[in-house]
């Protein structure tokens, strides 16, 4: 039995707390910042996920065992490494090894030097220089900010005018600040994505089921992009061949690398995949859990999830069985009103004490307690699932489960699982 700190407020965070709690495990649950959901297994602490002095203070005088961080940004501010100064033992890599995710560059030099299948790119600090290069490849490219922008720094151009706005809107105009200073013009790969993650401890890496998110916020893959409207696994777009060379092109070379680098990844590496006629190229490096991914990749792991995440911490997952469970998991964001562009908040949300089907669950992410009542907190509210034999029986659980919750303005997507389910 252990104490454990979660840090971070999404249905990532629900999602793992859910899986350390399973089957009675006993181990006492702290979150800071948590939400409405993560109160019903255990303490909220009103710390942000961004204040690293604090979460370490925290750490400390609650003498947890073991910390499990949920979002990239304190990864990329060396929240590890503090606690690791403290003898804190925590899930995440350090900041060194964090900027696969914090530096487009710095991913795509790890890319180069491990050989690993990737678009090929051009970095540019000179907005004259970038928009010279796009010209002269005389197609559209995408554009992507250096730094860490929540999902708003990529622009994945239809025509060289739109890659030439945007990369004076990041360069010159300074609309991302720091993080666009920096851009990298990368080739558009063809393909359908997935979401692979791996579990790793350094040296060794433990395949999860591989996942699809959603990440346009209409149906049919249409409107603007958003954190992801929802996810399933398996994917069968990631075959088992597929899921194999990923391991042996892209994760094993791609650790290497990172230990050659000096910055051993530790933590779990979310490598975002485009699958073009069988062949798996890397798109993005996330060091942190894919969220809603992880509301479908915990209920489908089987297996102690604290043995695997606090191996990884540790250092060791020699001897931690990571095996997929049979069948499907599928979840559906429920987003408020205006999301993305500028969600509402404060709607008391209704129907969350309706028992979900046998199979379904309920995420919390966006939520908060007002009283007896339950309110929107943000833009992505819930996200609600469910595990079945099949995908088709975890879709029709899953969406029996969201039509019993509504609230003011309440929208999700009714096509999730559209690639798998035709
Ligand atoms: P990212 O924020 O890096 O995940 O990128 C956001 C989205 O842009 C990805 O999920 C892809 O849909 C798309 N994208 C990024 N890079 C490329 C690329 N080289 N070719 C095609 N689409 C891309
Ligand atoms: N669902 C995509 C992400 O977590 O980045």
Not at 10 to 22: D, K, N, V
Not at 235 to 256: G, H, S, Y
Not at 321 to 341: D, F, I, Q
Request: proline letters at 5%; aromatic letters at 4%.
């Amino acid at each position: 039995m252990s104490k454990i700190l979660v840090v971070g407020s999404g249905s990532r965070e629900h999602a793992l707390g859910s899986g350390l709690a399973r089957g009675g495990s006993g181990h006492e649950l702290l979150f800071a910042p948590g939400n409405a959901g993560t109160l019903a297994l255990g303490r909220n602490v009103a710390v942000p996920a961004s204040d690293v002095p604090a979460l370490v203070e925290l750490a400390e005088k609650e003498r947890v065992d073991l910390v499990v961080v949920g979002p990239e940004l304190p990864l990329t501010l060396g929240l590890v490494d503090a606690l690791a100064q403290k003898g804190i033992a925590a899930f995440g890599p350090s900041r060194a090894a964090a900027r696969l995710e914090g530096s487009k560059a710095f991913m795509k030099d790890i890319c180069k030097r491990a050989g690993v299948p990737t678009a090929s790119y051009a970095v540019f600090d000179d907005a004259e220089a970038a928009k010279a290069h796009v010209r002269q490849a005389g197609r559209p490219l995408v554009v992507k900010a250096d730094g860490l922008c929540a999902g708003k720094g990529v622009v994945v151009a239809s025509t060289v005018e739109e890659a030439c706005e945007a990369i004076d809107r990041m360069i010159s105009q300074g609309e991302l600040g720091d993080a666009g200073r920096v851009v990298v013009l990368e080739e558009l790969l063809p393909g359908e994505e997935a979401s692979f993650h791996v579990v790793c401890d350094g040296t060794r890496a433990i395949p999860l089921v591989a996942a699809q998110d959603h990440k346009r916020v209409f149906d049919g893959d249409r409107g603007p992009n958003t954190g992801g409207m929802g996810a399933y696994a398996p994917a069968p777009v990631v075959t088992p061949a597929i899921a194999a060379e990923v391991m042996t092109a892209i994760v094993e070379p791609t650790l290497r690398a990172m230990s050659e680098a000096g910055a051993p990844f530790r933590g779990v590496l979310f490598v975002g995949l485009m699958i073009d006629q069988g062949k798996p190229r890397v798109l993005e490096f996330n060091v942190r859990f894919g969220d809603p991914e992880t509301t479908v990749l915990v209920p489908m792991l089987d297996g102690d999830w604290f043995a695997v995440l606090d191996g990884a911490a540790r250092g060791d997952l020699s001897g931690v069985a990571a095996k997929t469970k049979p069948g499907a998991a599928l979840a559906v964001v429920m987003a408020s009103e205006r999301y993305p562009a500028s969600p509402a908040t404060g709607d008391r949300i209704d129907g969350l004490e309706a028992t979900s089907p046998e199979g379904a669950y309920v995420y919390h992410a966006g939520t908060k307690r007002d009283g007896d009542a339950v309110v929107t907190a943000g833009g992505r509210v819930l996200t609600v699932g469910a595990q079945a034999a099949s995908l088709a029986e975890a879709r029709d659980l899953a969406y029996a489960a969201v039509s019993r919750i509504s609230w003011r303005g309440e929208h999700h997507r009714s096509d999730i699982g559209h690639r798998a389910l035709g």
